[in-house]
């Protein structure tokens, strides 16, 4: 088979661009709640213990809303879904907005609720960058499409200090108005999946058209909802996807969250203005996309069991300076490897899904995928917040260290006899 890994179809080039826009954008308003919303949180009840409580709503919202999200792209295609997706992430932050000026806390939990809900239907993104790529090239066609969030942690900062310096100078509350620019935002990403043509997954159906000269098949004709179903139970059995959820949602649900669910608030008493306390989360972010395209490269030339293991070895290390650091760039550059682990577990372990996936079962294999992160999403910062509390921040880093010994240990598990082809 022949491996061009330098031209890509004309249409294929236009969609990652823009799904690489659209997922820009959908970053720099999904960056203002890790940022600001547990210290609304904390404004709102004084309780540590609640500060994770946001990242815990969002958390379950999303992983309810997954695994439909998931079913409809299957059936209906990827575009509908993400657009949904972004137009009530819209709404929710209007509604944060409007929580926050009126002082309503029940308002702010719905706000959460209806937010994550929307992440869960805008998850799809990768879906539909998998779509669109071959076996030897998904792992590059991801990290292409989730690269464009290099540009959402560029923007998110620029907005809070904006919004922040007007507030200030016009005695207004700072942490309201960056809520006000992510409907804009919302609907000019709306507006590139919309142009998204055609769907992706009408190519992932008929991507020998797309690439003739690498000697593909012709997608998969649509299986009856009865085998849908055997094939999903079928999978999740698989060793490969079994190896690829469970680094998922240890790298994700929990150490990740574990730790940036509270930085927040320890820049905030360590006396840290909102616009260092959005650029720390930024530089975090920039960990989670910034080399998602060498990532994703090494993973198809070298294989997703390396990118795996390096992840892993730099998720923990990243967890425990974060949580045992006192000075401002040291928990920053602790929360960026954090970031730069979870990227690499990300791009490899959603590479294997879609490895092993059809089409036509993608999108609720990995909606499922979404549900099990958000069950444990909802758990994981409460916790934290109990353990910081009572025994202090620190204790959360050793836990990050043993959770990545975990993905460690499952990644040399996994058995890839090249990128992207696996051992029964």
């Known amino acids: 088979m022949k491996k061009d890994n330098t031209a ?11 799904l690489m826009i659209a997922q820009a954008l959908m970053s720099s308003s999904s960056q ?3 940022s600001l919303a547990g210290i609304i949180v904390f404004r ?21 809303a997954s695994y439909p999200s998931g079913h409809i792209a299957d059936s209906r295609g990827r575009r509908p879904v993400l657009t949904a997706g972004l137009i009530l992430g819209g709404a929710a932050a209007f509604l944060t907005f409007y929580a926050i000026v009126s002082g309503s806390f029940p308002l702010f939990i719905v706000a959460l609720a209806l937010a994550g809900i929307g992440q869960g239907a805008t998850n799809q993104i990768r879906v539909a960058a998998i779509d669109m790529y071959p076996v030897h090239r998904k792992a590059e066609g991801l990290s292409y499409v989730l690269a464009g969030s290099i540009l959402g942690t560029l923007v998110a900062p620029l907005i809070v200090n904006v919004t922040g310096s007007y507030a200030a100078a016009n005695g207004l509350d700072s942490l309201t108005l960056p809520w006000l620019a992510v409907p804009v935002m919302a609907a000019v990403a709306a507006l590139f999946v919309i142009l998204t043509r055609p769907d992706t997954l009408k190519i992932a159906k008929n991507l020998k058209e797309y690439y003739p000269e690498e ?6 004709k649509p299986p009856s909802e009865e085998n849908r179903r055997v094939e ?15 680094s998922l949602t240890l790298s994700g649900a929990a150490i990740m969250i574990m730790i940036t669910s509270l930085l927040s608030v320890v820049l905030k008493r360590l006396d840290y203005d909102l616009t260092f306390i959005t650029l720390s989360v930024a530089i975090h972010i920039l960990g989670m996309f910034g080399l998602s395209i060498i990532w994703g490269k090494l993973a198809d030339r070298y294989g997703r069991k390396i990118v795996l293991i390096l992840g892993a070895l730099l998720i923990g290390p990243g967890a425990l300076i974060a949580a045992t650091a006192s000075t401002y760039w040291i928990i920053t550059l602790g929360s960026f490897l954090i970031g730069l682990g979870w990227s690499a577990i990300n791009i490899s372990a959603t590479s294997i899904i879609g490895d092993l996936t059809l089409p036509s079962v993608r999108g609720r294999l990995l909606g499922i995928t979404d549900l099990i992160i958000g069950l444990f999403s909802v758990v994981t910062p409460i916790a934290a917040g109990w353990v910081a509390q009572m025994v202090g921040f620190p204790v959360l880093g050793v836990s990050g260290i043993t959770l990545s010994a975990s993905i460690l240990i499952v990644g040399i598990l996994l058995r890839e006899k090249k990128p992207g082809v696996y051992a029964q």
């Open 215 to 220: 000697g593909l098949d012709n997608g998969s």
């Open 232 to 246: 999903v139970a079928s999978l999740l059995r698989r060793s490969p996807i079994a190896i690829a959820i469970t």
């Open 8 to 18: 890509l179809p004309a249409v294929i080039k236009k969609n990652t661009i823009l």
């Open 32 to 34: 203002l709640i890790p």
């Open 44 to 64: 709102f009840t004084g309780s540590l213990v609640l500060v994770g409580l946001p990242l815990s709503i969002v958390g379950i919202a999303s992983a309810v």
